[in-house]
Nanobody, 123 residues
Framework: VQLQASGGGLVQAGGSLRLSCAAS????????MGWFRQVPGKEREFVAA????????YYVDSVKGRFTISRDNAKNTVYLQMTSLKPEDTAVYYC?????????????????WGQGTQVTVSS
């Protein structure tokens, strides 16, 4: 599985962005997907995840009500719609695939990673 993240950029606080993650491989629809983010000097942290069917989603508390994860299995793509962005959302965002339990948010639970896309929120 190869993942290509896109959609990052510079936005003012209160603005919105939609990240996309396109996956190669025919098994995409069988796997859970997640978004993580990382700022320099800090550990990569979980942001959101979605099960293979799209029926169940998970979010870190700090983004609940502002971010929405979704997927289109026909397009092998997962999305992260981000609204009401804050400066503290500034990070490199990574998408990842897990072949295990989607409710496990640990980094080691994810098997494949994209290259990351930069999101910068100005105040």
């Amino acid at each position: 599985v190869q993942l290509q993240a896109s959609g990052g950029g510079l936005v003012q606080a209160g603005g919105s962005l939609r990240l996309s993650c396109a996956a190669s491989g025919r098994m995409f629809s069988n796997y859970g997907m997640g978004w993580f983010r990382q700022v320099p000097g800090k550990e990569r942290e979980f942001v959101a995840a979605i099960v293979w069917s799209g029926a169940i989603t998970y979010y870190v508390d700090s983004v609940k009500g502002r971010f929405t994860i979704s997927r289109d299995n026909a397009k092998n793509t997962v999305y992260l719609q981000m609204t009401s962005l804050k400066p503290e959302d500034t990070a490199v965002y990574y998408c990842a695939v897990t072949r295990g339990y989607t409710g496990n948010f640990a980094l080691r639970a994810y098997d494949y990673w994209g290259q990351g896309t930069q999101v910068t929120v100005s105040s």
